[in-house]
């Protein structure tokens, strides 16, 4: 496989989105490419930072979504 480094593939990598084979590519890299290997480590922070972040929408929110696919339901059969 020809294939370059990018963010990406990093963020696929940090959330579990790989495949085999660019997780093999990507530890080759990461062990040649310290910059790499720092941004890698700043992906992780910043998803830990997300999830630490992550909200739940609120029950108004989730009734006025429900209430709409309930309206719209019979346009899906169209």
Do not use: C, W
């Amino acid at each position: 496989m020809n294939q370059t480094s990018t963010p990406n593939l990093l963020l696929l990598h940090a959330y579990g989105e790989t495949t085999e084979e660019q997780k093999e590519f990507l530890a080759t890299e990461l062990v040649k490419d310290a910059s790499l290997h720092e941004e890698m480590i700043a992906v992780i922070k910043s998803k830990r930072i997300l999830n630490s972040k992550m909200m739940s929408p609120s029950n108004t929110s989730v009734r006025i979504i429900m209430e709409h696919s309930y309206k719209t339901e019979h346009l899906q059969e169209i």
